[in-house]
T-cell receptor, first 115, second 110 residues
Framework: ETGVTQSPTHLIKTRGQQVTLRCSSQ?????VSWYQQALGQGPQFIFQ???????GRGNFPPRFSGLQFPNYSSELNVNALELDDSALYLC??????????????FGNGTRLTVT | GNSVTQMEGPVTLSEEAFLTINCTYT??????LFWYVQYPGEGLQLLLK?????DKGSNKGFEATYRKETTSFHLEKGSVQVSDSAVYFC?????????FGAGTRLTVKP
């Protein structure tokens, strides 16, 4: 069973740039959620994709967008990067038919630093 | 709104000590409750869950009981080991909304 993998592991960008983070979900999972984790804080929900459609969104601006592909892998795109976007970005997959109540399987995250 | 408040850390214990990490929640509706753990250098992983009032989740010697009357889901372990050193996150899920607490760092010393 292949777990959740994220790439890259680390990334440094300049304010105003755009970034794309990638996630491969665990085999058999059809739902991907993205979280932002600031240092010393818990994960904050960005959005979830279920069967290639956005299935819920947290309190993040539209410059945070995503995609899910037919193989259930996913991308998180952030435009017009701000310094406060510096954080660990976590991807989590699950098989829940759109329900949020099934356990999440997390990747190790992408550490984004915006300078 | 929905939120989770958990005990601030860090918590430092000696091996074989008793552990309690407090977690309380606010939610509209009937949440499912979770404890996730993040070991050094690893991603978050589910430790245990409870989906309705009075349910007890348990795993690896850890337990937590869903207490609706006190809106709590405290994590306990009778005898901690050095290998339990990690960051522990309480979380809730309700009506398509998943919320995490800020995390509690536990260090267990031999």
């Amino acid at each position: 069973e292949t777990g959740v993998t994220q790439s890259p592991t680390h990334l440094i960008k300049t304010r105003g740039q755009q970034v794309t983070l990638r996630c491969s979900s665990q085999s058999g999972h059809n739902t991907v959620s993205w979280y932002q984790q600031a240092l010393g804080q818990g994960p904050q929900f960005i959005f979830q994709y279920y069967r290639e459609e956005e299935n819920g969104r947290g309190n993040f601006p539209p410059r945070f967008s995503g995609l899910q592909f037919p193989n259930y892998s996913s991308e998180l795109n952030v435009n017009a990067l701000e310094l406060d976007d510096s954080a660990l970005y976590l991807c989590a997959s699950s098989f829940d038919g759109g329900s949020y109540n099934s356990p999440l399987h997390f990747g190790n995250g992408t550490r984004l630093t915006v300078t | 709104g929905n939120s989770v408040t958990q005990m601030e850390g860090p918590v430092t214990l000696s091996e074989e000590a008793f552990l309690t990490i407090n977690c309380t929640y606010t939610a509209t509706g009937y949440p499912s409750l979770f404890w996730y753990v993040q070991y050094p250098g690893e991603g978050l992983q589910l430790l245990l869950k409870a989906t309705k009032a009075d349910d007890k989740g348990s795993n690896k010697g850890f337990e937590a009981t869903y207490r609706k009357e006190t809106t709590s889901f405290h994590l306990e372990k009778g005898s901690v080991q050095v290998s339990d050193s990690a960051v522990y996150f309480c979380a809730l899920s309700v009506n398509n909304d998943m919320r995490f607490g800020a995390g509690t760092r536990l260090t267990v010393k031999p």
